[in-house]
């Protein structure tokens, strides 16, 4: 499994400097046009912005689905399967270390787009609310206080909720693939039916989650904290406490849901796929 982890991750290290470049690129072109603009809410400062926050927002999003299957597209429809399906290694340990391959992948592009998001933000509040470019660096320090120090309770609750959803959907991505590809010889006819079955899988176990959730009080109490004057840093600081209910319990039943798909999975891979 540690070969298929390593491979996985020189495979995919190009896609994965050129989407950090992109992100990080367009982040720091948006910010010189908002500290060089004469007037902050020109078209050019509205066009950056929207291309800025499209791109922090649509990349990860992509890359969490893709990489939550482990890119399995490329296993089952590229001359890759001949390599790594004909290895004498088990099929769970090829999709699993598939699987941590691409959480690696996603948890470096995260990354880099919250960083560039947090700049971005703090560098359009200290332009648009007049409080001067020069408290940029304190509203950056403002911002990480607020999402790591006042709120490390909701975030890493959020966390632990999205990494179950990563694992359930990259599951199921996998075994409605595999299932397909393993019957349908016609790739688009089997894509096709796969996403169809994946609404389908999805829907329903997130419709008895929620049902389940609710009906036998399973949600965790959370606490968001928001400083009442966080655009203006020379009043002084309230906090506010939002309440705020997380399905920690829906999500545990998401990720061993995934974990049955999973093996699922392994067993298609083993005796269904043609190499």
């Given at each position: 499994m540690?070969?298929?982890f ?9 896609a994965?400097f050129?989407?950090?470049?992109i ?9 010189f046009i908002?500290f060089t603009?004469k007037?902050?809410f ?5 066009l950056w ?5 499209a791109?922090l927002?649509?990349i990860?999003?992509v890359?969490?689905?893709t990489c939550s299957s ?9 001359n890759?399967?001949?390599l790594?399906l004909?290895?004498?290694?088990r099929s769970?340990h ?6 941590l391959?691409g959480?690696?992948e ?5 990354v880099t ?11 359009w509040?200290?332009v648009t609310e ?6 940029f660096?304190?509203?950056l ?5 607020h ?15 999205g ?6 959907l ?7 693939r595999a299932?397909t590809?393993?019957?349908?010889k016609k790739r688009?006819i089997?894509?096709f039916?796969a ?7 999805v829907?329903?176990?997130q ?7 609710i009906k036998?009080n399973l949600?965790?109490s959370a ?6 004057h966080f655009?203006d840093?020379?009043?002084q600081s309230?906090?506010?406490?939002y309440?705020?209910?997380?399905p920690i319990?829906g ?7 995934g974990i049955s798909f999973f093996?699922a999975?392994a ?6 796929i043609?190499v």
């Amino acid at each position: 499994m540690k070969r298929i982890f390593m491979y996985e991750l020189r495979r995919r290290k190009n896609a994965l400097f050129l989407y950090n470049s992109i992100m990080l690129g367009i982040s720091l072109v948006a910010i010189f046009i908002l500290f060089t603009a004469k007037e902050p809410f020109s078209g050019v400062f509205a066009l950056w912005t929207f291309i800025t926050v499209a791109a922090l927002t649509v990349i990860p999003t992509v890359m969490f689905v893709t990489c939550s299957s482990g890119h399995i597209r490329d296993l089952l429809y590229t001359n890759e399967s001949y390599l790594m399906l004909t290895v004498p290694v088990r099929s769970t340990h090829i999709l699993l270390g598939r699987m941590l391959a691409g959480l690696v992948e996603f948890i470096a592009c995260f990354v880099t787009a919250s960083i560039c998001g947090i700049v971005y933000f703090s560098a359009w509040t200290a332009v648009t609310e007049k409080i001067g470019r020069l408290r940029f660096f304190n509203m950056l320090s403002r911002s990480i206080k607020h999402i790591f120090a006042l709120n490390y309770d909701f975030l890493f609750k959020s966390l632990f909720i999205g990494l179950c959803i990563f694992c359930f959907l990259g599951a199921i991505i996998i075994f409605v693939r595999a299932l397909t590809c393993s019957f349908i010889k016609k790739r688009r006819i089997a894509e096709f039916l796969a996403l169809i079955i994946f609404i389908f899988i999805v829907y329903l176990v997130q419709e008895f989650s929620n049902w389940l959730t609710i009906k036998l009080n399973l949600q965790v109490s959370a606490y968001l904290y928001v400083n009442q004057h966080f655009f203006d840093p020379t009043l002084q600081s309230y906090l506010h406490r939002y309440p705020a209910e997380l399905p920690i319990i829906g999500s545990v039943f998401l990720l061993i849901i995934g974990i049955s798909f999973f093996f699922a999975s392994a067993w298609l891979f083993k005796h269904r796929i043609e190499v």
